[in-house]
Structure formats: structure tokens, C-alpha cells
């Protein structure tokens, strides 16, 4: 049976297995992949939305707007302190209009309320004269007298330009006042337009009280909607609410501060583009929404309401600007989240955003950018594909390095520099997980082109061979290289009367030696050993290659004691059934030769087909010790390299000196007797003193007691509790020792044995 190494046969020979062939099942798979992950970006669900706009945040993290060094904009604030000083909200609304007097004062260009006040004033006097109980009559007439609040607040809205807050409602609410409300012209400039279906829509519309809305110079909505994480990172310029299109609160601020009448909203296919006022265009996305360009929560922005009651605000605080008047108190709860602050107040955000409209700090998301998201993953990916093979794990790194690189460094770049919101995340995901399947394929290829080795030799070779070839198949090339192994040859001996028994039943004696070579093989391969070839009903096996063994003499030889027990057992149970069967049985008995030198061991052939195999005349002597093992009568014979190895762990005696056919230099052999055990024991020690008497008076010429030796080792041997396996050894000393003593050998006899056969 013999360890071949082919080339692998073709595949499918058809165009389709030609072609995966060359594109490979990894780019095929990760071709598919990239398409699944380009689709998901078009579809855009969720999760992935959440990926990109956390990575929007992370950029301003990094680079967080820095606000101009002349604030437009000034926050009057409802804070703590007033609450304390001029007590609980709602205030009256004869305090809201002295803050508007106030701030006229103080030079204000535009007052802005982040405030609805849809319910009349519960502190007005004319009020107050019908739900107050127990008034005289006298104390009612004068609250009447006394002005309307609302009123009084209406008068002080219409003497300046002032912007009043409206709110989004879940319910539709109808409007109480006389005539239609006033209501921000609205312009479509584009494709025809569907509010229902690109603007963010509300049923309802919480108005102010008819007296302030007529009043005001504009209207608008400060209805702040988080993303469903609930950070707000997008703001609407425009929305529908009430069956209307309405303006959100900061750019009807910026329409009346530019005097315009009316807002043009240009549309296209997908929705709105931009909305144009006087000098300022406000590009959006397809509903009309803009990002804010945070900066961080600024103290500075604000001045108290208190203050501004009491006289004492700095004017240069307020002159010239547009003032927001809005609430910090917590219990008022209008604070938000946004990418840069866990809780900032919402007329905070109504700042910053008037502040990016004002100094061109907008960020926008282009409406063709998830087809340049998806064109950059498709051709990343692609690179990826197609170069992966050509430039090797090193050269994948640094190529998927720079283009990760420069993918970042574009989405930085458009952002710090234009405003521009670009995704890399998402093409440098892919890319990755299109570079892992790439990796993972080649993995299972890796891994099945080592199932396949292990396959085609773990019958042959020991377990650390095969695994050496699975890890690292460049071994399979012709060459070899020196080192010093143990070889090892077994042999059935008889085995030509055992094949004429079966002459009439070929099958029968081909499952004979697969069941006598089974265990053999196990034996050895359990112990380290490489099994080189079979040979008939002969094995032949080494030790110390390809791996390392350090004590491959005792593996060896351990090996050799375990295949003579298996061959007892294999005995017995054919014994057992050709006692069953009531037919012959012929017993199997194995002669092995051990030997151990520098050899070279390698890939031995030609480049289309080659073996495993050793070379060297250490091969060619344990050959001829175990030819010689039948001649002695022992089961297993050593030569010397390897008994000087084994001979103080394992029970070594020399069998004879002996010039092997085709050696000029005679081989001193030796046999095992036994385990480590018996090494140790006594009757070891008396048996092996008892033999080397034996030899030496052997080669001595003293033939009498040769032959007395020999009876005596023999006796001593079958004494024993274990069987030696030796009582042939000492019958063919004890017939040397009678033949010599009626014919001497030569005066020259040096006391080799010349051996005639193999």
C-alpha cells in the first residue's frame, strides 16, 4: 500500500464551474454580501440610521461649532431666580408685556416667544371680578375698570417686532377667534408638492390667543421632535400641523427680521430642497428639516428675567439681537438632549439654530447621499474582492488601512470644512464584514483542504505527521534532510504456508493481514511512530521524523513489546473461533528488527509523485535483523546504537556477533526480553549474568560450559512468570556448543557468525 501525492483532479468542467473556479467561492460569496449591505443602506432601516447618525454626533464631539465672537442672539431666561423673586409660573401677562417694554429699551432688533399662551390670563383683572368669591360690588366695579392683561400685553407685542411660539398638537384644535387665523405665506417653487406626504405632520395646532396672534409681526412653531433615540440632532424649517403648512418659531424669526411676506419652499421628485427668504437660503432635507451644528450649553447666551424686570441687564447684552424669551427652571421641563449636552434647554437649541442660520453653520446631508455613501462601499469593496488574492494578508492590511484612512479623513474633511455630513461608518462596515467573509472563506477552504490531507493520510502516517501536514502542506515537496532515527522492521514469519492455506479463498487472506496490520499499525502509530510503507505482510515504520522524538529508541522499542502482545491476543481469538468453527487454525508469528542511525528521511520521487520515506544503511541493517530474528529464535532483535540507547531502562541481552549478507563489518545484536518492569527485577539480573557468562565462555571456546550455560538460562528463562520468547536462542547455543566440541572451529574463529541469508 503506498503514500502518493497527486495533482487534484478538475472540478465541474462546464463555462459555470470554470468560472467560479476562477472567481473563487469566497468572492462569490462576499460579491453577494455587498449587495445584501448595499440594498440595506437604500432601504435605510433603523438600526442602520442610528449607526450613521451616531457617527454624526461623534463629529461634533470632535469638532463642536465654535460660536461667533458677536453673539446675534440673547436668551431671556425664565430661570430659578425670577421664578423665586416674582413667584410661580404663569406669570401675568402685564409682566410679560413690561418685558417686552424692557427690551425695546434696551434696543432689542426682534423678541421671539418660546412660550404659547393659549388661554387667556387667569390673573387679568376684568378676570379676576368674576371668579374671585366674596367681593363687594365696589372692589368688583374697579377690577373691571382696570385694563385687559392680555390686552395690555397685545398693545406691547404690536409696538415692536415680536415672534410668538405655537405648538404642535396630537388632537386638532380649532381655532376661537373671528375670521381666519394669521397665518406665514407659504410658496412652491418645483415639482408638484405633497405636504401630506414629505413634510413631518401634527393633527393639531395649539394657537395663541386671537389678541396676541393678530398682534404679532410672526408666528411660529417651536415644537422640538428627538430622533427615536431621543437626541436632537435635526430640526424642521417648515411642518404640517392643523391642515396647514407652518413655519417653525426660528425661521419666521428670520422672515420677519428680513421683512419678507411670504416663505418659497423649492421642491423636487423626492421632496424639499431649500426655502428661500430675502439674501439667506436654507438648504433642507427632502422633509424639510436641517441639522444643527451644536455647541456645547454656553451660560453666556443667557441674562435673567429678573434682571431685565429690575433694570440692572447689561443693554450691550440684548442691544442689536434677536432675544428669545424661554425657560432654564427644571420644573418648567422643557430641557432636551442633543449630541453634545445631556440637558439643554429648548430655547437654548432655538438659539444655536438661529445662530447656524444666521453665520451659514448649518450642516446639510445632500438628498444624493446615500447614492454616494453606497458608491463608495461598492467600490471599496470591490478592491477589496478583486485585489484580496493579489496581495496577500500584508498587503490587504495596508490597503484596507489607507482606504479606511482616507474614507475617514474625506467625512472629516467635508465636515470641518463645508458642513457636509458624510457616513463612513457604514462603507468601512461593510468593507470589513466583506474582508471577514473573504478571511472566514479562505479559513473553511484552509480548513477542508486539511480535512482532505488528513483523509488521505492518517491511514499511513502517525497523527503528529498528519497534523503537521494539515498546519503547513509545503513539507510536500521533494528533498530530505539528515537525522538520526530508530527503524523499525516487522515481518510474519511462515507467511507463504499461511497464503497456500487460503489459495482457495483470496478474500479470506486479504482480511487475514488487514486484521493482523490493523493492530501492528496501531501500535506503532500510538507510540510516535511513522509508518513508511507496507511491504506484503511486512512493515516497515520509523521514529524522530518528521517531528522530534527525544527518546525514539524507547518508543520503539515499546512499540515492539505492544505488537507482540497484540499478536497473542489476535491468536487467541482465532483459536477461540476455529474452535467454534471446527476448522484449522494456522497461528501468525512476527519477527521485528530494530536499528537506529543517521539517515536521510524526506519526500522521496519524482515531482508528480513522490513518498515519505528514509534512506541510509541503518534502513538496510534493521532489514537484516529482522531476517535474523528467525535464525536466533527470538522475536526481536536490536542492533547495538539501539540496545546502548535502551539497555538501562529496558531488559537488553546480546544475542551474538554477527557479519550480515552484503556488511564486511560485523553487527553485534541484541534482544528484548521484557518491559521496564522486568529490567528492574531479580530474576532479570540473574538471567542476564547467567548469559553473559554463557557468551563469554562461547567465545572463549570452552564448548562444556557453553552448553551448561545455555541449559541454565533456559531453565532460568522458563522459570519465569512472563514468557522471554528466547528458548530458541539458547537451543542454538547449546547445538553451536555440541557441534563445535566434535568439530572446532578454525584457529582464527574470532567468534562472528557469518550470516548466509537475509
Not at 431666580?81 to 417686552?100: D, M, N, V, Y
Not at 472629516?412 to 461593510?430: E, K, M, Q, V
Not at 496490520?517 to 521524523?545: C, S, V
Not at 536490536?638 to 531488559?651: I, N, Q
Request: proline letters at 7%.
Amino acid at each position: 500500500m503506498r503514500r502518493t501525492v497527486m495533482p487534484a483532479l478538475s472540478a465541474s468542467r462546464g463555462p459555470v464551474g470554470r468560472l467560479g473556479r476562477r472567481i473563487g467561492p469566497g468572492r462569490l460569496l462576499a460579491g453577494g454580501l455587498l449587495v445584501l449591505l448595499l440594498l440595506l443602506r437604500i432601504s435605510d432601516p433603523p438600526a442602520v440610521e442610528t449607526l450613521r447618525v451616531r457617527t454624526f454626533d461623534a463629529l461634533q464631539v470632535l469638532a463642536p461649532r465654535v460660536p461667533p465672537a458677536e453673539r446675534p442672539v440673547a436668551i431671556v431666561d425664565l430661570d430659578e431666580a425670577s421664578l423665586k423673586e416674582f413667584g410661580q409660573w404663569p406669570w401675568t401677562r402685564t409682566r410679560l408685556a413690561e418685558i417686552c417694554r424692557k427690551l425695546q429699551e434696551a434696543g432689542a432688533a426682534i423678541v421671539a416667544f418660546d412660550i404659547v399662551f393659549s388661554e387667556p390670563d387667569r390673573l387679568s383683572p376684568p378676570l379676576l371680578a368674576q371668579t374671585l368669591p366674596d367681593l363687594s360690588e365696589a372692589a368688583r366695579a374697579g377690577l373691571r375698570a382696570q385694563p385687559d392683561s392680555d390686552r395690555v400685553f397685545a398693545e406691547a407685542i404690536g409696538r415692536m417686532p415680536v415672534v410668538l411660539g405655537q405648538t404642535a398638537a396630537s388632537t386638532p384644535i380649532a381655532w376661537t377667534g373671528e375670521g381666519p387665523p394669521p397665518q406665514t405665506g407659504t410658496a412652491v417653487v418645483g415639482t408638484d408638492f405633497d405636504p401630506e406626504a414629505a413634510l413631518i405632520g401634527f393633527p393639531g395646532l395649539i394657537r395663541n390667543l386671537p389678541v396676541l396672534e393678530r398682534a404679532a409681526a410672526g408666528r411660529g412653531v417651536f415644537t422640538i421632535s428627538p430622533e427615536r433615540d431621543g437626541v436632537v440632532r435635526r430640526v424642521p424649517m417648515v411642518l404640517r400641523a392643523g391642515g396647514t403648512v407652518v413655519p417653525t418659531l426660528a425661521l419666521d424669526i428670520l422672515r420677519v427680521a428680513t421683512g419678507a411676506d411670504t416663505l418659497l419652499i423649492r421642491t423636487n421628485d423626492t421632496g424639499v430642497v431649500s426655502i428661500r427668504l430675502p439674501d439667506l437660503t436654507v438648504p433642507t432635507d427632502p422633509r424639510g428639516q436641517i441639522w444643527v451644528r451644536f455647541s456645547p450649553h454656553d451660560p453666556g447666551l443667557y441674562v435673567s428675567a429678573k434682571d431685565v424686570l429690575n433694570g440692572t441687564a447689561p443693554p450691550e447684552r440684548l442691544r442689536g439681537k434677536i432675544v428669545l424669551v424661554g425657560t432654564s427652571a427644571v420644573g418648567l421641563l422643557d430641557n432636551r438632549t442633543t449630541p453634545l449636552d445631556r440637558s439643554m434647554p429648548g430655547v437654548e437649541i432655538h438659539a444655536q439654530l438661529l445662530e447656524n442660520l444666521l453665520t451659514g453653520a448649518t450642516l446639510t446631508v445632500p438628498n444624493e447621499a446615500t447614492l454616494i455613501e453606497a458608491g463608495a462601499t461598492a467600490a471599496v469593496s470591490l478592491a477589496i474582492i478583486l485585489f484580496a488574492p493579489i496581495l496577500g494578508a500584508l498587503g490587504l492590511l495596508l490597503f484596507g488601512g489607507i482606504v479606511a484612512a482616507q474614507l475617514v479623513f474625506l467625512s472629516w474633511y467635508r465636515f470641518s470644512a463645508h458642513g457636509i455630513l458624510f457616513d463612513a461608518t457604514y462603507p468601512l462596515l461593510t468593507t470589513f464584514l466583506v474582508y471577514l467573509t473573504l478571511v472566514f472563506t479562505n479559513y473553511f477552504r484552509e480548513q477542508a483542504g486539511r480535512k482532505r490531507i488528513r483523509t488521505a493520510f492518517g491511514r499511513y502516517l502517525s497523527p503528529d505527521l498528519v497534523e503537521q501536514l494539515a498546519h503547513s502542506p509545503e513539507p510536500l515537496r521533494l528533498g530530505g534532510e539528515e537525522r538520526r532515527l530508530t527503524i523499525m522492521f516487522s515481518d510474519v514469519r511462515g507467511f507463504t504456508a499461511i497464503a497456500e492455506f487460503y489459495k482457495d479463498d483470496p478474500a479470506g487472506l486479504t482480511a487475514l493481514m488487514n486484521r493482523f496490520l490493523t493492530p501492528l499499525t496501531h501500535a506503532i502509530l500510538e507510540r510516535q511512530g511513522t509508518i513508511d510503507k507496507y511491504m506484503g505482510d511486512a512493515i516497515m515504520a520509523f521514529w524522530n521524523a518528521p517531528l522530534p522524538v527525544d527518546d525514539h529508541e524507547a518508543q520503539a522499542a515499546a512499540a515492539a513489546l505492544d505488537m507482540l502482545a497484540r499478536m497473542d491476543a489476535l491468536n487467541a481469538a482465532r483459536r477461540r473461533e476455529a474452535e467454534a468453527g471446527g476448522h484449522p487454525v494456522l497461528p501468525l508469528d512476527i519477527g521485528i528488527g530494530i536499528n537506529t542511525g543517521a539517515c536521510v528521511v524526506g519526500n522521496m520521487g519524482s515531482d508528480l509523485r513522490f513518498d515519505y520515506s528514509v534512506l541510509g544503511d541503518p534502513v538496510n541493517v534493521a532489514s537484516r535483523l529482522e531476517g535474523q530474528s528467525k535464525l536466533y529464535g527470538v522475536k526481536i532483535v536490536l542492533g547495538a546504537a539501539t540496545a546502548e540507547a535502551l539497555c538501562d531502562r529496558y531488559p537488553v541481552i546480546e544475542i551474538d556477533r554477527v557479519r550480515v549478507k552484503g556488511k564486511s563489518e560485523p553487527e553485534t545484536l541484541f534482544t528484548l526480553v521484557g518491559d521496564e518492569g522486568f529490567r528492574r527485577s531479580e530474576p532479570f539480573r540473574q538471567l542476564a549474568a547467567r548469559h553473559a557468562a554463557m557468551i563469554a565462555a562461547y567465545r572463549a571456546r570452552q564448548w562444556d560450559e557453553t552448553h551448561a550455560g545455555a541449559e541454565a538460562c533456559r531453565m532460568l528463562a522458563k522459570g519465569l512468570a512472563q514468557d522471554l520468547r528466547i528458548d530458541g536462542l539458547y537451543a542454538l547455543y547449546a547445538a553451536r556448543a555440541g557441534a563445535f566440541r566434535r568439530e572446532p572451529p578454525p584457529e582464527d574463529w574470532d567468534g562472528v557468525t557469518v550470516a548466509t541469508a537475509k
